[in-house]
């Protein structure tokens, strides 16, 4: 059996291969990928007239690009040594990917929440996107190129030293730690922060599938139908209603026996195609209303597509043949707790989808009204999530011997973050030239 000790080694001789200092820096290889390029790539399989959509997100500032572009990203971490201490990868780790959500308990929970493009892989990867993210944020709200550095190093500091705490604890403890909501009222200093913090806690819990109905539902001739708002929301056609009742039963068989009893008390009742995010922007992707009991006791489910990860090109294959299970997989592993009616299936032309709640108590922080403290402490908080999850899927006592007791990781990765913010800002000009040029389409403000 390899003892607690033999694993700490295992951590320590990865430094061998990339010391904490090598992870400083950004320099581009004269190979580089144009990011437009890749960008185009990937939208080859995607909703064409939804592309114009993706690119008007992505086109309205830096971190609006970074958001969508994890796909140049990953190319851009993958040609740089890695440590070879994997762990299961949220793979798109940015700020905006951490919020609240109601745990099956109806506890209000903070974590990861979202896994299209996890991925075993190395655990900087994931850290050294959120310090990007940070570093990106940090700039594009005025705060200038210090604070930003210093809201990355401070983030990945807590990375560090929550790892190295959940590393000695035993396994049931770190399989069942989790951040409650309520326990980040504490954290806040200032009266006027608490109460933004008070109110996003109260939205949050707002936000169920009973008050989605008041916003995406109307009355139409006594019964109930989920409204219009082109091209953002739209009624699925007749072929796509059809293939979402086929891909629905399906998705049934993959939710375990008590949630398949409780799923049969729904009855269908409306479809339709739903554009959501930046970077799936073009994916298929469809909300659908069921009903309980009657129709005040409605259900909203997400069924999305899911792709090839972004990461899968540059790392060993994965566990999962099926990119809906790499994703419900995945984020079982990551989450504290999830979702009761995540699922996956196959639906027509062998496309692959997962199924989840629209709405169950989601909330976001809104990065961009952020002051300097403000993001330093969302920054921490979100390290503390992402070590929560490396450390369930990854061996963390490996990873803790190699961050180490010294403050080496965090630095490097800080400067690497403010290089990668510039880099950012020329992708995001990049992008914005090759709209003026007329090379992709852009559609602002949609």
Same mark, same amino acid.
């Given at each position: 059996?390899?003892?607690?000790?033999d694993?700490?080694?295992?951590?320590r001789?990865?430094?061998?291969?990339?010391?904490?200092? *090598?992870?400083?820096?950004?320099i /581009? $290889?004269?190979?580089r /990928?144009?990011?437009v390029?890749?960008?185009?790539?990937?939208?080859?399989?995607?909703?064409?007239?939804?592309?114009?959509?993706?690119?008007?997100r992505?086109?309205?500032?830096?971190?609006?690009?970074?958001?969508?572009s994890?796909?140049?990203?990953?190319?851009d971490?993958?040609?740089?040594p890695?440590?070879g201490? !994997?762990?299961?990868?949220?793979?798109?780790?940015?700020?905006?990917?951490?919020?609240?959500?109601?745990?099956?308990?109806?506890?209000?929970?903070?974590?990861?929440?979202?896994f299209?493009?996890?991925?075993?892989?190395?655990?900087?990867?994931?850290?050294?996107?959120?310090?990007?993210?940070?570093?990106?944020a940090?700039?594009?709200?005025?705060?200038?190129?210090?604070?930003?550095?210093? *809201?990355?190093?401070?983030?990945?500091?807590?990375?560090? !030293?929550?790892?190295?705490?959940?590393?000695?604890?035993?396994?049931l403890?770190?399989?069942?730690?989790?951040?409650?909501?309520?326990?980040?009222?504490?954290?806040?200093?200032?009266?006027?922060?608490?109460?933004?913090?008070?109110?996003?806690?109260?939205?949050?819990?707002r936000?169920?599938?009973?008050?989605?109905?008041?916003?995406?539902?109307?009355?139409?001739?006594?019964?109930?139908?989920?409204?219009?708002?082109? /091209?953002?929301?739209e /009624?699925?056609? *007749?072929?796509?209603?059809?293939?979402?009742?086929?891909?629905?039963?399906?998705?049934?068989?993959?939710? $375990?026996?008590?949630?398949?009893?409780?799923?049969?008390?729904?009855?269908?009742?409306?479809?339709?195609?739903?554009?959501?995010?930046?970077?799936?922007?073009g994916?298929?992707?469809?909300?659908?209303?069921?009903?309980?009991?009657?129709?005040?006791?409605?259900l909203?489910?997400?069924?999305?597509?899911?792709?090839?990860?972004?990461?899968?090109?540059?790392?060993?294959?994965?566990?999962?043949?099926?990119?809906?299970?790499r994703?419900?997989?995945?984020?079982?592993?990551?989450?504290?707790?999830?979702?009761?009616?995540?699922?996956?299936?196959?639906?027509?032309?062998?496309?692959?989808?997962?199924?989840?709640?629209?709405?169950?108590?989601?909330?976001?922080?809104?990065?961009?009204?952020?002051?300097?403290a403000?993001?330093?402490?969302?920054?921490?908080?979100?390290?503390?999530?992402?070590?929560?999850?490396?450390a369930?899927?990854?061996?963390?006592?490996?990873?803790?011997?190699?961050?180490?007791?010294?403050?080496?990781f965090?630095h490097?990765?800080?400067?690497?973050? $403010?290089?990668?913010?510039?880099?950012?800002?020329?992708?995001?000009?990049?992008?914005?030239?090759?709209? *003026?040029?007329g090379?992709?389409?852009?559609?602002?403000?949609?």
């Amino acid at each position: 059996m390899t003892t607690p000790a033999d694993r700490a080694d295992r951590g320590r001789a990865a430094r061998k291969r990339v010391p904490r200092s *090598a992870h400083a820096g950004w320099i /581009p $290889s004269v190979d580089r /990928p144009d990011p437009v390029a890749v960008l185009e790539r990937q939208g080859r399989d995607r909703l064409p007239e939804l592309l114009p959509i993706r690119y008007g997100r992505m086109v309205a500032s830096p971190f609006a690009f970074l958001r969508g572009s994890a796909a140049v990203m990953a190319a851009d971490l993958a040609s740089q040594p890695h440590t070879g201490l !994997t762990v299961q990868l949220c793979g798109d780790a940015h700020l905006l990917n951490f919020g609240l959500y109601a745990s099956p308990e109806r506890a209000l929970l903070f974590d990861l929440n979202d896994f299209d493009e996890t991925f075993p892989g190395p655990f900087e990867w994931d850290v050294k996107r959120l310090a990007a993210s940070i570093a990106v944020a940090a700039r594009e709200n005025g705060h200038g190129d210090t604070k930003a550095h210093r *809201a990355a190093l401070e983030a990945t500091a807590t990375y560090r !030293t929550a790892l190295r705490s959940l590393a000695r604890k035993g396994e049931l403890a770190v399989w069942y730690d989790r951040i409650d909501a309520d326990s980040l009222l504490p954290l806040v200093r200032s009266a006027g922060n608490r109460r933004r913090v008070e109110s996003s806690l109260t939205r949050a819990r707002r936000r169920t599938s009973l008050h989605a109905v008041g916003k995406l539902t109307e009355t139409v001739a006594g019964r109930r139908r989920i409204v219009q708002d082109p /091209p953002l929301l739209e /009624p699925a056609g *007749a072929s796509d209603m059809a293939a979402v009742r086929k891909i629905f039963s399906d998705y049934r068989s993959t939710l $375990s026996e008590e949630r398949r009893l409780l799923l049969d008390r729904y009855r269908f009742v409306d479809a339709a195609r739903k554009v959501v995010g930046v970077g799936s922007v073009g994916t298929r992707c469809f909300i659908v209303l069921l009903a309980g009991r009657d129709q005040d006791d409605p259900l909203f489910l997400q069924i999305k597509e899911a792709r090839k990860s972004v990461l899968e090109e540059h790392l060993p294959s994965g566990p999962y043949v099926h990119p809906g299970h790499r994703v419900v997989a995945g984020q079982r592993l990551l989450q504290a707790a999830s979702d009761i009616f995540l699922g996956w299936m196959t639906g027509p032309q062998g496309r692959a989808f997962y199924w989840r709640q629209l709405r169950d108590m989601k909330g976001s922080a809104d990065v961009a009204g952020m002051s300097p403290a403000e993001l330093l402490a969302y920054g921490r908080l979100c390290g503390t999530a992402l070590a929560r999850a490396h450390a369930r899927t990854g061996d963390r006592i490996a990873i803790a011997a190699y961050l180490g007791g010294t403050e080496t990781f965090e630095h490097a990765v800080a400067d690497f973050a $403010s290089a990668y913010a510039a880099q950012t800002t020329a992708d995001h000009a990049t992008l914005g030239a090759a709209v *003026a040029a007329g090379v992709v389409t852009a559609s602002p403000g949609i």
